[in-house]
């Protein structure tokens, strides 16, 4: 059983920058491809960003591409979300997820662990 909490939420202008982080316990965190989700009020909860075991392979959505870094270190078991030149539409709970999968899949379902969740807020 894994057990997942992030970290690092907060409240951001336009243009700024937040790094989160998820720390992974009740594992071998070296065998679990890591996610990051997030889900705007009103909406479904969407795929953000995935890092394979290794960190060798990292896959985004073409809505942050370019502005968020996914990183894990397998040594403190952490992954991480840097996220850069921030916008209101990126504004939502942004959840970690771990499984077993590869690739990582982009379907919410199809991953088996969850954190409770960050609040990241943009204003414009």
């Known amino acids: 059983q894994v057990q997942l909490v992030e970290s690092g939420g907060g409240l951001v202008q336009a243009g700024g920058s937040l790094r989160l982080s998820c720390a992974a316990s009740?594992?071998?965190?070296?065998?679990?491809?890591m996610g990051w989700f997030r889900q705007a009020p009103g909406k479904e909860r969407e795929f953000v960003a995935a890092?394979?075991?290794?960190?060798?392979?990292?896959f985004y959505a073409n809505s942050v591409k370019g502005r968020f870094t996914i990183s894990r270190d397998n040594a403190k078991n952490t992954v991480s979300l840097q996220m850069n030149s921030l916008k209101p539409e990126d504004t939502a709970v942004y959840y970690c997820?771990?499984?077993?999968?590869?690739?990582?899949?982009?379907?919410?379902?199809?991953?088996?662990?969850w954190g409770q969740g960050t609040q990241v807020t943009v204003s414009s």
């Open positions: 009740g594992g071998t965190f070296s065998r679990y491809s």
């Open positions: 997820a771990a499984d077993r999968k590869f690739p990582p899949p982009r379907a919410t379902m199809e991953w088996g662990y």
């Open positions: 890092i394979s075991w290794s960190g060798g392979s990292t």
